[in-house]
């Protein structure tokens, strides 16, 4: 069975904070992690994917991916209330391209 | 650039009735096609992938099915719906290589009542 664990939230920053979104998974196996946000009502959109151990930027997002801990974050610097928003984990064995998906971690920031 | 369309956006069914979403992408050629639930407040259950004409995985057993009739067409249909299948259902897709990141189409809400 391979899992993917977020912590559900909700998640309060104030705006301008940064926010930490965390993610563990089971399968050593796994290659390839990325960050979903969905918003209410709405599909998920690719935030960022990263698949090498270390810190991958983009603007204000940072993801950190760390194997040998089966663990890979999301940091959101700047935090705006645009950013509100449920984030999805996922995570690829690459085999057939399936991905496993966290339940996810509700943001909430706040003016 | 790639599209991916679904319809309908929003549909409501009687318990029993029959079901049919349609998935299209454009811009790509011979994508890995997924079908995603999101019961509310729940996370995404992976239903069905296709990677190619024809060929259909299924991962939940269920009263769903799915085909694929054209490269770049993806059918979920139901005979009889159930009170259950009520949820926000996603199509994805992914290019054919590895390390391929997963698109989402704009995602049908279907109520079953």
């Known amino acids: 069975q391979k899992e993917v664990e977020q912590n559900s939230g909700p998640l309060s920053v104030p705006e301008g904070a940064i926010a930490s979104l965390n993610c563990t998974y089971s399968d050593r196996g796994s290659q390839s992690f990325f960050w979903y946000r969905q918003y209410s009502g709405k599909s998920p959109e690719l935030i960022m994917s990263i698949y090498s151990n270390g810190d991958k930027e983009d603007g204000r997002f940072t993801a950190q991916l760390n194997k040998a801990s089966q663990y890979v974050s999301l940091l959101i610097r700047d935090s705006q209330p645009s950013d509100s928003a449920t984030y999805l984990c996922a995570v690829s064995e690459n085999t057939g391209n399936q991905f496993y998906f966290g339940t996810g971690t509700s943001l909430t920031v706040i003016p | ?113």
């Open chain 2, 1 to 113: 650039s790639q599209t991916i369309h679904q319809w309908p956006a929003t549909l409501v069914q009687p318990v029993g009735s029959p079901l049919s979403l349609e998935c299209t992408v454009e811009g790509t050629s011979n994508p890995n096609l997924y079908w995603y639930r999101q019961a509310a407040g729940r996370g995404l259950q992976l239903l069905f992938y296709s990677v190619g004409i024809g060929q259909i995985s299924s991962e939940v057993p269920q009263n769903l099915s799915a085909s694929r009739p054209q490269d770049r067409q993806f059918i979920l249909s139901s005979k009889k719906l159930l009170l259950s299948d009520s949820g926000f259902y996603l199509c994805a897709w992914s290019a054919d290589r590895v390390q391929e990141t997963q698109y989402f189409g704009p995602g049908t809400r279907l109520l079953v009542l």
